[in-house]
């Protein structure tokens, strides 16, 4: 029980991006800067 509330609060970073569609992904945020 306590392992899968430990997998709940910290998921992959597969799955935030699936949690937090709004956050842009590492790829994106890295041509944006290159594009600056």
Do not use: C, H, N, W
């Not at 029980?1 to 790829?27: N, Q």
């Amino acid at each position: 029980m306590r392992e899968r509330f430990g997998d709940i609060m910290a998921p992959t970073p597969m799955d935030l991006s699936k949690l937090s569609p709004i956050k842009p992904d590492p790829v994106q945020t890295t041509l944006y800067k290159l594009t600056l």
